[in-house]
């Protein structure tokens, strides 16, 4: 039995990691080459982002064939290479598979744009409204309408996100079956993991106008989807009790993931929920700036700790992944506390009950892009959403504010190895420019340092090996109405882990309720801890882990 709760996964958006080649793109055999630094950081599995055929419209999650890899990321016998590699250190691989939709250029879409209705069914064609409009008025998550008008047919297909990605019909029993095959052809290759792209949307029924909202009410947790995961499951990887899933759930609600995640293992091992990264957007609208909400991140995550736990339920804990701003950039502190700040981060996100996953470059504090032109953008999302901005009336000034804080080539900037050219990422030109900050934040400085964020990262993945209580342990909120501090304890098998964090850049002092003294500090931010009595004085950005 794969035990994912003692396991830590990182991401590796392969794009960006590492180039061997020198044309700029990061590619699998760099992935092979980086093995022992993945190694050193402890961690038991890799999620890769996908590197399928794909005309990388949204950088592989557009993909035109699930069997074959992109010749840009390397062959077939490279996969194999990189999966023997990791099996001989103790990693395994999970893949990322894309089954909401394919790319257009897949030959599913190329035969139903041709007419054959057997593939027509694949996908969701509609008839327009009488007045010529399109069949709903769902908005597409890249901006727009969400449905693509086919002119030889006189209808519609729906796109929930960019035109180049249309949303297949799973309530064709055709289409399920050929997922099925996808899933198992890759646990063929011996794969031991699998994340699934926005699984929570492939159940469509209600094809209504919403004037409440963008349409993800309609579309969103819909009526069958426990019905096909479990279905998914029982077909595939539920055969193999070494496997771990994660569901990339949208918008979804807790009650669906009480069973989306549920330790009776029918549908997925674990969920990736979103609600604590938007306490940063006005309700779900990203493209604004406002500062972020503690209160309500604590309250989120606190909720989503308690209840999931109450219906023997499994989170994913996580700041970070490749649609994601860097953390450290969006609740630390880069400027002033930015090596405190980001270990403050990760403490606290370590030690919550779930499965943590660590997205590359997070391990070193990397930070935001720093971008300032539109020419350094590559994003289809960030580049539809400069427009649609300046259409709805924004000055350009302001429109690149937005994108500064909230677009995801943050994240999508190459991994910065060294100090040297393009931070050691490509001896070519990369396809995304290396943040200027690889100077100083870089895995090689940060490897050779103890008190690096890298040390850091690596002792909270080895405390999760060493002290079952991370693992298994339940969960407590504590501090939930403190305006600075983030705090929760641990309880396991008669031990006990209480956790603080200071979320601020000013010292502040909290009453514990309880004798500190009495605990170890098994890991902190700072050289000592001050602890009196019932009182923890904390510097800025302090964190600590007690244990007793
Ligand atoms: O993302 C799904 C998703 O809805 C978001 O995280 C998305 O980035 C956000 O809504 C945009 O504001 C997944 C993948 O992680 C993402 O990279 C893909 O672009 C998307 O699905 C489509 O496959
Ligand atoms: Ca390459």
Known sequence: MADFKKSVVYQIYPKSFYDTNGDGLGDLKGVTAKLDYIKELGVDYIWMTPFFVSPQNDNGYDVEDYYNIDPRYGTMEDFEELSREAARRGIKLMLDMVFNHTSSHHEWFQKALAGDPKYKDYYIFKKGKANGEPPTNWESKFGGNAWEYVEKFDEYYLHLFDVSQPDLNWDNEEVRKEIQKVVKFWMSKGVKGFRFDVINLISKDRFEDDYEGDGRRFYTDGPNIHRYLQELNAATFGTDAEIITVGEMSSTTMENCYHYANEDGKELSMVFSFHHLKVDFMGNEKWVIVPFDFLKLKNILFDWQTHMAEHHAWNAVFWCNHDQPRVV???????????????????????????????????????????????????????????????????????????????????????QWTAGENGGFTEGKPWIEVNKNCSTINAEAEMKDETSVFAFYKKLVQLRKDYDIIAYGDFEPKAEKNLSIFAYKRYYRGKE??????????????????????YECLLGNYDEQELKGTEAALKPYETMILYK
């Open 497 to 518: 882990l209480l956790v603080i964090g200071n979320f601020y850049g000013t010292p502040v002092r909290w009453d514990a309720g309880e004798d500190l003294e009495a």
């Open 329 to 415: 950039s969006r609740f630390g502190n880069e400027k002033k506390y930015w090596k405190e700040s980001a270990k403050m981060l990760a403490a606290v996100i370590h030690c919550l009950r779930g499965t943590p996953y660590i997205y590359q470059g997070e391990e070193l504090g990397m930070t935001n892009a720093g971008f300032t032109d539109i020419s350094q953008y590559k994003d289809v999302e960030s580049l539809n959403h400069f427009r649609i901005l300046q259409e709805k009336g924004l000055s350009e000034e302001n429109a690149y504010q937005i994108l500064q804080i909230h677009s995801r080539d943050n994240s999508r900037t190459p991994m």
